[in-house]
């Protein structure tokens, strides 16, 4: 079997570098001097930023199993992380708008590191501080460095349709090639070099200190309203009142909801569904693997961005095909006979599972940018941060919910609600297309009825 994964691994390399190799007049966007500058600027700190989170990917849940804690102990660990994000993360979204976005991911940095350092303790406790700290580090991770790209972009002049040639790249290199080449190192210090499990959190670390001397350094800082008379409480409510004015926004919002709490659940249940009876897997192997697949999907969106092609509409594809390989396990639990060894490789089921998580995974590569294309788009600059962190809330709710339920339901049973949480993720994106061209037409005629009165 372990030819099996270097096979899919193999097959996956080939495609990736079709692709980027293979790219046309039309898949390109002429730029300048000084927005190459810019961009290359970002995703070097970007791609340091997601090293500092992949690294840890592979062996959170190893490293806890460890540690001798059972699925149970390690699933309230999880909520922590995701329940302090949801709990601190409108506040922290709401302080990058007011008091600055460049020191709001300096604040991330500082805050992974001592996550990072908590990794060495075996004590539950400081893991759980650990844990909460992550959850506010991932927060911002995910609101303010956008926050301030956007922000940054539109102040500088550069072209609108140059933001998707940044968010493509971010996500290829800092989703795909650095998380590929973090899980293959990850892979090689805890197991080739003996180090353990917890040595990919202190390389972490070096990373995320090397990424904020960088933002110290080369970034401005940017705001979103920044007036004296807004407290946290009337961000807050700017926030709110543009969610419940704009059903674009609430689209957007339980969409990326829906589809990140069924990845993150994912991220989870990974690791015990291709290895049901303690078989034998590479995760550091799996993982880099799936950032491939990752990568595979940022190269193809890149080419649907380039080419202007309807966000709305192709992404209704996207999320139709995720719940479908989130519901495999489900089919191959029926339909493939389990296997009753202890400690063997890994399962002709497993697979199966196996190239459908690698499915899912190029779909969340095609997601990214798309999702931030979106989110350019359609929330106001004023608020960016604490809508995104606004947006946050359901979706930890939902995976602190499911953590909390993970040994009352088989895992096909967690599988099988997040394959219906994405199929109601591709209804709503019909919608979003429907309300979006509707607002479209109407802004054009009330256009044309204005211009009409200046032609005689």
């Known amino acids: 079997m372990e030819a099996f994964y270097y096979l899919v691994f193999g097959a996956l390399a080939a495609v990736v570098a079709a692709l980027e190799l293979g790219k046309s007049g039309k898949d390109r966007i002429a730029t300048s001097p000084a927005f190459n500058s810019f961009k290359n600027n970002y995703i070097l700190v970007y791609s340091l930023m997601m090293s500092g989170d992949w690294l840890q990917g592979p062996y959170v849940y190893y490293l806890y199993s460890q540690y001798g804690f059972d699925k149970g102990d390690i699933g309230r660990l999880f909520i922590a992380g995701f329940g302090s994000s949801m709990l601190f993360g409108t506040i922290v979204g709401s302080l990058a708008d ?6 709001a991911c300096v604040t991330y940095c500082i805050s992974y590191i001592l996550s990072c ?8 406790k400081v893991l759980m ?17 956008e926050s301030w790209l956007v922000a940054e972009h539109n102040k500088k002049g550069f072209d609108p349709q140059w933001l998707s040639i940044t968010f493509s790249k971010a996500i290829f290199l800092g989703n795909g090639l650095v998380a590929i080449v973090a899980g293959l ?27 904020m001397a960088i933002i110290l350094s080369s970034w401005s800082e940017n705001y979103g309203d920044s007036s004296d008379s807004k407290d946290l409480i009337a961000q807050f409510k700017v926030a709110a ?20 709490g069924s990845m993150y659940t994912f991220v989870f249940l990974w690791t015990p569904a291709l290895s049901p009876n303690d078989e034998e897997i590479p995760h550091g192997f799996i993982f880099a693997t799936f950032m491939l697949s990752s990568m595979l999907g940022s190269s193809i969106a890149s080419r649907l961005l380039a080419r202007k092609l309807k966000v709305e509409g192709y992404m209704q594809i996207v999320f139709s095909v995720s719940a479908f390989t989130l519901f495999l396990p489900v089919v191959t639990n029926f339909l493939v006979p389990p296997s009753s060894e202890k400690g063997g490789s890994i399962s002709l089921g497993g697979c199966l599972q196996l190239l459908g998580f690698c499915t899912f995974e190029s779909c969340v590569g095609i997601f990214w940018p798309s999702i931030m294309k979106m ?35 088989p895992i096909t049973v967690m ?3 997040c394959s ?37």
């Open 117 to 124: 350092i908590t990794k060495h303790s075996p004590q539950y």
């Open 129 to 145: 501080i650990g844990r909460v700290l992550g959850g506010i580090a991932t927060s911002l991770l995910f609101s303010a460095f």
């Open 415 to 417: 599988f099988g609600m």
């Open 185 to 211: 190192f990850a892979n090689f210090l805890a197991d080739n070099m003996g180090f353990g499990p917890v040595a990919p959190f202190d390389a972490a670390a070096c990373f995320l200190a090397i990424g």
């Open 375 to 409: 989110r350019s788009q359609y929330i106001p600059e004023e608020a960016r941060s604490t809508i995104m962190n606004f947006f946050r809330i359901p979706l930890n709710l939902f995976v602190c919910v499911v953590l909390y339920n993970v040994n009352a339901y």
């Open 98 to 103: 007011k008091q600055g976005r460049k020191r």
């Open 241 to 260: 009142k543009a969610i419940a004015s704009d059903e674009k926004i609430a689209l957007l919002g339980a969409i990326q909801s829906l589809f990140e």
């Open 420 to 456: 219906i949480f994405l199929f109601m993720a591709a209804i709503l994106q019909r919608r979003l297309m429907v309300v979006s061209d509707l607002h479209r037409s109407t802004k054009a005629v009330e256009m044309a009825a204005e211009d009409e009165p200046l032609n005689p």
